[in-house]
């Protein structure tokens, strides 16, 4: 069906071209939206495959085959036999005429590959790579990591919705969200108030509903990135347990936070910034604590743009060391 294959060329120049456009930076690129796209156009192709086009191939074959014995029968009537080439050439035609045509192929034959990534990716496991340092010492730039996107709920695809409730965000978590400022970006930073929380950070100390969290120094750590040494804690928030890094010379009031959403709820100072965490919104903290920006600066992470929480890194090419679950 040569209108068929015209049509599937121009799908695929579509996808092909959208995805050029976002790798060279012409457009904001969405991978959940091109993935659930490609699923129902390849499923559209592979239910017409089974419903329409195959059992036209067949009914094909079966036309040749019927019209073949009527031959052989007529040739045997006047006394001939049939030719083993004419067997094998027969063999041929009737592959020919049930195979799938290229445009099948490249939609219909992939629809179970790219059916079971969009299923694993949207409900189960997605990966991510660490493009700065501010979850640094927890993440290191170029780590891989895994997120369980059914813990906190089951989502809508690209929409986002919460379908099937599961766990809440519990402090100290590491979970990755949708960017408030931007929805596009997913951010990754760590759980410090969930809704109802008292959230303060002066002074480099966090402090949580009048209770300063537990922390104890350790010994330097030094950022191969940055070729710089920082002071190094350990916090504990909860049952979790991680470092946390602190800067000297960076000073403790938060520079340049944005009109946020529920901004009159934080009260801003030369020391640092306290917050009230408003209903169905968590606070949100790099571990790189002078050296992310998060909470402090552009607000509160509302409930629909949680993604899922972050809890393995599977891969860094440049430290295979780095390998392994995280706090």
């Given amino acids: 069906m040569p209108a068929m294959g015209g049509l599937t060329a ?10 050029g456009a976002w790798y060279l930076g012409a457009v904001q690129g969405n991978f959940s939206l091109l993935l659930m796209l490609a699923t129902v156009v390849t499923g559209l192709y592979w239910l017409a495959e089974k419903l329409v086009f195959l059992p036209r191939r067949r009914h094909a ?10 031959r052989q029968r007529a040739l045997q009537s006047q006394g001939f036999q049939p030719e083993p080439a004419e067997e094998a050439q027969a063999s041929r035609t009737r592959h020919d005429l049930l195979a799938q045509p290229w445009w099948l192929d490249w939609t219909a034959g992939l629809f179970p590959v790219i059916l079971a990534v969009f299923v694993l990716r ?18 290191r730039v170029g780590d891989l990591i895994l997120v369980n996107k059914f813990h906190y709920g ?12 599961n766990h809440e965000p519990q402090r100290g978590d590491v979970m990755v969200f949708r960017y408030p400022p931007q929805p596009s970006l997913d951010y990754i930073k760590r759980v410090v108030g969930v809704p109802g929380d008292v959230v303060a950070y002066f002074n480099k100390q966090l402090t949580i509903n009048g209770q300063p969290v537990p922390k104890v120094a350790q010994s330097d750590f030094f950022d191969s990135e940055t070729m710089r040494y920082s002071k190094q804690f350990e916090e504990v928030l909860g049952d979790r347990r991680y470092a946390t890094l602190n800067d000297d ?10 009109d946020f ?16 965490v408003p209903p169905g919104h968590y606070f949100m903290m790099g571990d790189n604590r002078d050296n992310s920006l998060d909470s402090r600066y552009w607000g509160f992470v509302p409930e ?8 393995f890194v599977w891969m860094n090419f440049g430290d295979m060391s780095r390998i392994g679950r995280f706090e």
Avoid at 249 to 258: I, L, Y
Avoid at 261 to 276: A, F, M
């Fill in 61 to 70: 074959v079966e036309r040749f085959d019927a019209q073949r014995q009527e």
């Fill in 122 to 139: 949207s409900f189960l496991f997605e990966p991510f790579k660490i493009p700065s340092g501010s979850m640094v010492p927890t993440l």
């Fill in 249 to 258: 010379e960076r000073p403790a009031f938060v520079p340049g936070a944005s």
């Fill in 154 to 165: 089951i989502r809508m695809p690209v929409f986002n919705h919460l379908l099937v409730a």
């Fill in 10 to 19: 121009v799908i695929l120049a579509v996808f092909a071209g959208y995805a």
């Fill in 304 to 311: 629909q743009n949680i993604v899922g929480k972050a809890f």
């Fill in 261 to 276: 959403p529920y901004r009159d709820h934080c009260r801003y100072s030369v020391e640092g910034v306290e917050c009230k």
